[in-house]
Nanobody
């Protein structure tokens, strides 16, 4: 079982930056594919960014060039640096860990982009 705890959400003005962090429990963190997803009411959860155990990254089209995902296997953490934030980035952001056939989710952290 893996527990994921997100932090770093909040209110930011358009054009601003936020950094989300996700701390994971367990000894196999380095083997997990990690990802950040987001969801707004009435819409499906969508991929924001992911990073494999080998460090290969993938980004949703709407965040390419603005967001950066990274991981620190020594600290069991994955981060999402969000720059040039837009109001449409407002959502609950969830951390995800995938290993073999298991998928784990954090509780989510709210990000609000508003003047």
């Amino acid at each position: 079982q893996v527990q994921l705890v997100e932090s770093g959400g909040g209110l930011v003005q358009p054009g601003g930056s936020l950094r989300l962090s996700c701390a994971a429990s367990g000894r196999l963190f380095g083997r997990y594919q990690m990802g950040w997803y987001r969801q707004v009411p009435g819409k499906q959860r969508e991929l924001v960014a992911s990073i494999t155990s080998g460090g290969t990254t993938n980004y949703g089209d709407s965040v390419k060039g603005r967001f950066t995902i990274s991981r620190d296997n020594a600290k069991n953490t994955v981060s999402l640096q969000m720059n040039s934030l837009k109001p449409e980035d407002t959502a609950v952001y969830y951390c995800n860990a995938v290993h073999v056939l298991s998928s784990y989710w954090g509780q989510g952290t709210q990000v609000t982009v508003s003047p």
